[in-house]
T-cell receptor
């Protein structure tokens, strides 16, 4: 089974609007971390936000917030007030605590296009 | 935030030659670095986990003799693509974890290296 699933290959949003990028995960490990990265056309992976499985509150970082629904195993990224510079690929990733290699499992990504 | 650099950013080489890619953690020590490969419009595929002072751990299906990894110091890991062929053309990204082990500790990525084998 896929560890991380991103079901939206492409998304469009009007500038200044909010957009939600979906991410669901699959793990039986009670300890895990969820991450979102942005990859612009330059290729660099830019860390956006982190949510731990034991965190009580949803993570927020500026215009980014993570809608963490543990029972549903979802960790959707919400970008508020979209800007043209937000156009990029967005990847959801997970690391499990029991995984001694601490490797990341990545989703297939969502391509976001912000329309002026 | 922590910075990870990669060199070169782009490389074009002839088939049969070897190419070395360097990954450096600039302002922190990284006992573990990771090497990924990414095809156009695809996700990142973990190739190997590089541990300082020991042999790298390769993912299933990745040829260790083809992709040599050396993690000689706490700030440098290298990936050498030996006898490169056109099918090795790809975007290679390294990353390093900062902070605590386990689920904590953000993973930062280098800017990537675009390899084109003619």
């Amino acid at each position: 089974a896929q560890k991380i699933t991103q079901t939206q290959p492409g998304m469009f949003v009007q500038e200044k609007e909010a957009v939600t990028l979906d991410c669901t995960y699959d793990t039986s490990d009670p300890s895990y971390g969820l991450f979102w990265y942005k990859q612009p056309s330059s290729g660099e992976m830019i860390f956006l936000i982190y949510q731990g499985s034991y965190d009580q509150q949803n993570a927020t970082e500026g215009r980014y917030s993570l809608n963490f629904q543990k029972a549903r195993k979802s960790a959707n990224l919400v970008i508020s007030a979209s800007q043209l510079g937000d156009s990029a690929m967005y990847f959801c990733a997970m690391r499990e605590g029991s995984n001694t290699g601490n490797q990341f499992y990545f989703g297939t990504g969502t391509s976001l296009t912000v329309i002026p | 935030g922590a910075v990870v650099s990669q060199h070169p950013s782009r490389v074009i080489c002839k088939s049969g030659t070897s190419v070395k890619i360097e990954c450096r953690s600039l302002d922190f020590q990284a006992t573990t670095m990771f090497w990924y490969r990414q095809f156009p419009k695809k996700s990142l595929m973990l190739m190997a986990t590089s541990n300082e002072g020991s042999k790298a751990t390769y993912e299933q299906g990745v040829e260790k003799d083809k992709f040599l990894i050396n993690h000689a110091s706490l700030t440098l890991s290298t990936l050498t693509v030996t006898s490169a062929h056109p099918e090795d053309s790809s975007f290679y990204i390294c990353s390093a974890r900062v902070g605590l082990a386990g689920v904590l500790g953000t993973q930062y990525f280098g800017p990537g290296t675009r390899l084109l084998v003619l």
